[in-house]
């Protein structure tokens, strides 16, 4: 099956530590982003969420380090 990929942007300057690597609070911030935008695609714009009442929330996160991300990445 074919990655579903919602959200793309490089790793900014400000976002990476003084190794040059992603600093762990803005894997989330990423992560948020990305949930944003899957809630455009699959219909729970604002103007849905403000019809429907319904939304989606992140109650609990986990990050695994498995690769690192750096700048530009």
């Known amino acids: 099956m ?3 990929i ?3 942007t490089p790793v900014q300057k400000d976002w990476v530590d003084y190794n040059g690597h992603l600093r762990d609070a803005f894997y989330m911030l990423i992560f948020s982003y990305a949930t944003d ?3 455009e695609r699959i219909g729970l ?3 849905s969420r403000g019809q429907s009442g319904n939304s989606l929330f992140t ?3 986990h ?3 498995l690769h ?3 700048l530009g990445s």
Do not use: G, H, Q, S
């Open 2 to 4: 074919p990655a579903l």
């Open 6 to 8: 919602t959200y793309r």
């Open 37 to 39: 935008a899957l809630m």
């Open 45 to 47: 714009d604002a103007d």
């Open 59 to 61: 109650l609990e996160a």
């Open 63 to 65: 990050i695994n380090y």
């Open 68 to 70: 690192e991300v750096k």
